[in-house]
C-alpha cells in the first residue's frame, strides 16, 4: 500500500481537514506555506497521468471541493493549486494529490 493509501486506510496519522466517501484533505506534513493542505482521491490513482475517463470523475469533485475548503481555511486572499506529475516535476508520492497552498503572498516563480 503506497503512503497515501495507508493514510486513508488510517494506518498512519494525518490532521484531516475534509473527508468524505471519495476525497480526504489533509495537513502537509512539510509546509510550504502557512496553508499547506493536500487533497487526494481515497482510491488509488499514480498522478495526473492516472487520470481516464473511467476514474475522472473523482478529480471534478476534489475541484469542487477545494475552494470549500479555501473558504473554511479563511484563504480571502487567495491560494495556489499543484500537482507534481512525475520526477521532473519532483512528485515524491505517487499517490494524486493536489497541493493547496495560502495563507501568505506566495512566490511567483513558478519553477
Ligand atoms: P509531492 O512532492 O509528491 O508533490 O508531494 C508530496 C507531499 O507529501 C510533500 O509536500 C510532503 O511534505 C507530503 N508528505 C510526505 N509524507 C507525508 C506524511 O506522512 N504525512 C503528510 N501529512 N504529508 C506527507
Ligand atoms: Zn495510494
New binding site residues.
Given amino acids: 500500500?503506497?503512503l497515501?493509501?495507508k493514510i486513508v486506510a488510517g494506518e498512519i496519522p494525518s490532521t484531516k481537514v475534509y473527508e468524505d466517501e471519495t476525497v480526504l484533505a489533509f495537513r502537509d506534513i512539510a509546509p510550504m506555506a502557512p496553508t499547506h493542505i493536500l487533497v487526494i482521491p481515497k482510491a488509488?490513482i499514480p498522478s495526473v497521468d492516472g487520470i481516464t475517463a473511467e476514474n475522472s470523475a473523482v478529480v471534478a469533485h476534489i475541484f469542487e471541493i477545494i475552494p470549500a475548503i479555501a473558504a473554511q481555511e479563511h484563504l480571502v486572499g487567495g491560494y495556489r493549486v499543484v500537482s507534481n506529475c512525475g520526477p521532473d516535476a519532483g512528485q515524491t508520492v505517487n499517490?494524486l494529490h493536489f497541493h493547496i497552498l495560502g495563507g501568505a503572498e506566495l512566490s511567483t516563480q513558478m519553477a
Avoid: D, T
Fill in positions: 500500500m503506497c497515501f493509501c488509488h499517490h
